[in-house]
């Protein structure tokens, strides 16, 4: 089985596996290239185009996993959002009121994004021992965009909804969490041999609203994807204030930010892998200070196992050599050896 | 002494005072017609509108604290960085290297922003037994700004130029926290009461980079007033991941954001004054559940001392009545009555 497999199904490795979050994408020129010539949700929706975007930096960095080029809206169409990139995802109709909530469709498995499933056939083929990971957004983050209809700075919109409208929120919820279980388990029988959930918008909520509104359905999500056997990987970004719910959920890894250091997530959730968690902007830092913070987090996800990561996604303005200089500190890092 | 003076010095009042961050702004109506006239910059640095500004919700809501209406960047042109509002604050000319920290200059005390002191001193006379509190960006905050030159989601360029220029990162939060010291040393002696340190982007950072860039110029800030004898109070938002070293902080009072309840606050910071922390976005709930949410932080806010106010500023589409209600809620409620 692949070094990423390995680790994210509990084993202390003595190499960790390293991929990066939005690896495919604006840091790489050949991406820039592409991107000339199709808009993003062009190379998201045709499958050819979205295997190569997500081939390119496993070809440049060797990387340990390759993970799906997509955008965690995808399921929202088939819904009945109707959707648009003006760059940042924008719905032509915010979903307000219950009355929203009771017209959205919920798509069977073959009907959320068959062209995701096409893509994940491609990358199989093509990636040989490769792990490709799926992915899709946790129900309360598909929520948040669902109602505030753009991205934001507070959301306010949706913060107001949950407190204005609950009923019409958890319906809402519940729909999303079972087309995000139809979604991902097509991902799975496509060919994904793992499944990040993204909780992008879980650490803006109390650790009440949070309980009530995120976790619930990411348990939903996460059970209903079981029996397949691939691991599940959670992320909640800024989640230091939910620890105890986010420990406590049905994964096999959890995906950490920069704000904490490995070794307090190792205490809190104790039986899970952990991904991560490396600050994005070490990679714009000189050579010497990246290698040092890569050489720092490896020491902090010793004890159990680790998939090296960023703590959320490369900032576009890196530069790739920063990225190979990563990937080579992490491949000569031996965890089993004694603490230098 | 008044209500908000005896609690932020710790005592466990009987009922909590509130005022509420952003209080004088724009959900107010009498806040918007003053600024059909005038712009942002000109109400904050002509100290009779600055008075009118303040004063504004303290006749409407008869709050318990007036906070001075100003911009954390009030500081950064006295030391030599120019500065314009579209609306958002933008730097002409953002600190990127060793030199452009070297040219930035320390203004005297009464150099920084007199029209300010003339502002306090106006609203001391109109403000009669109400207290004012005075405010200041933390020096990781204000180098925030002024290495990024504008706001951003990510900061990615300052996290950036912490790693890539340390040094020139101590030099420029060095020159901040004396400034800081000679501004805020200012409004105390011009008549504030009370001060609050604003360090609204410490929880971007991880808790290492904190601690060296962020709460040692923070204490050093507080240090340089506690021979004042006022009231300090620190934000730290989004900071669940610092607690440790926020709760070491030299302050009589913590204000909190709303991601971790009141409880959890008073175990970690067992000696403070804790200020907070209604989400926002409650006040756009109906009057019921907002009722509920208010009831529920008086709750948690107990077996201390407690000023009440919101966990982040007030949202601008909120409505004055539902500010109002708030205020009764929190009037009401009995702090030491048995719970119910």
Redesign the interface.
Known sequence: MSLLLRALRGEDTEVAPVWIMRQAGRHLPEYRALKERHDFWTLARTPELTAEVTLQPVRRYGMDGAILFSDIMTPLPPMGLELDFRPGPVLAAPVRDRAAVDALRVPAQDEVAPFVADAIRLLRAELGEVPLIGFGGAPLTLATYAVEGSGS??Y?TF??F???EPDAAHALLDKLAETSIAYLRMQVEAGAQAIQLFDSWA?L?????YAAFGATYARRVLDGLADLGVPRIYLAL?G??LEHAVAALPCEALSVD????LTTWRTVAPGKALQGNL????L???TE?LAD?VERVLDEGRGGAHVFNLGHGI?P?TSPDAVARLVEVVRGHDRHAEAG
Chains 1, 2 share one sequence.
């Open positions: 700075k507070e306010a913060r107001a949950l407190r204005a650490g909520h109390d650790a009440r609203t800024d230091a204030h920069w704000r904490r250091p600050d994005p902007a070490a714009l830092a000189p200070a913070e900032f303005n």
